[in-house]
């Protein structure tokens, strides 16, 4: 029996070779991007994310010979090239989720692999659309203006911003993974009574928040954050936090074995509000 989908196959065939190319990346690329959105449904920033920072996609043959019952047979691989940390973190992650959903969507591999996007890749845009005015700082969660209250998004962005410093994936969950809670709060600066009840930045139309870790050993932390946190303010700013400080603090018992930022999932703000007043180290 005729199918819509072997009639249309026909037709994009009747087209001529470089039409039938073009409509085939077409669909390729919508089929793609119907993956990633339901690999991460719940999360669709995070989604958008990944779609923005893909630079390019392809689908091969692997030639290498391999060992094992199947070794005679055809191995295929989707491939990805990514241009951000934290989109092949978020790939890294959740790719088995992304095949299985790839394979849904009729790519049939048998392996997905991604890479840093490097030279003129990195000018490429697989879904320029996505890419408006003003959307590119976005990240997961600010693409409608930050909404500081919502530590969980504001410790992403930082998390984000560590990535972007040290480019190196493991070097930066070195330091993120000391991390046992964190809290991003307003900063207040003394009015001219001399209360601090005026806003840090409160003029500018800017406030300013300080970023507050709490890790078990702060004289191994803390000349780390403290060499890197102007850069890491630098970042999270570009990315739309503006950091006005960094502390590290020692972390109490009850926080031991937790971590403040997660490999998978959204960052984790520290809930207890008695642990939120203790002095700097």
């Known amino acids: 029996m005729q199918t819509l989908g072997t009639e249309l196959d026909r037709t994009i065939a009747s087209w001529g070779p470089e039409a039938a190319a073009a409509l085939k990346r077409s669909r390729n690329k919508d089929r793609f991007r119907a993956a990633v959105e339901r690999t991460w449904r719940l999360r669709p920033d995070v989604g958008r994310f ?16 391999r060992k094992g019952p199947d070794r005679h047979k055809d191995w295929w691989v989707f491939g990805m090239y990514l241009d951000d940390a934290m ?7 959740w790719q088995s989720v992304l095949l299985m959903n790839l394979e849904q969507e009729g790519f049939a591999v048998n392996e997905l692999r991604f890479f840093p996007a490097k030279w003129d890749m990195r000018q490429r845009r697989l879904f320029p659309e996505l890419w408006e005015e003003g959307e590119s700082a976005c990240v997961p969660g600010n693409c409608d203006g930050l909404k500081y209250q919502d530590e969980a998004r504001a410790l992403d962005i930082v998390k984000r911003a560590v990535f972007l410093v040290f480019e190196d ?8 993974e000391k991390v046992r809670g964190a809290s991003v709060r307003e900063m207040f600066a003394a009015g001219p009574t001399g209360e601090t009840a005026v806003r840090d930045g409160k003029r500018q139309g800017e406030k ?7 890790v078990d050993d702060v004289t ?5 954050v403290e ?3 102007e850069a890491i303010r630098s970042r999270a700013r570009l990315l739309g936090l503006r950091l ?6 020692k972390a109490p018992p009850l926080l031991a074995g937790k971590h403040a930022f997660k490999r998978t ?3 984790e703000p520290l809930r207890d509000e008695a642990l939120r007043g203790g002095s700097a180290e």
């Open 50 to 65: 990944v779609l923005m920072h893909t630079n390019g996609i392809y689908i091969a043959k692997d030639e290498r010979p």
């Open 87 to 93: 989109a092949r973190t978020e790939v890294d992650a």
């Open 169 to 176: 994936t493991e070097l930066a969950w070195a330091l993120l």
């Open 208 to 214: 300013r928040y300080r970023l507050l870790l709490y």
């Open 220 to 224: 191994q932390t803390k000349p780390i």
């Open 227 to 229: 060499a890197y946190s």
């Open 244 to 249: 006005g400080s960094i502390w590290v603090r």
């Open 265 to 267: 999932g959204t960052s």
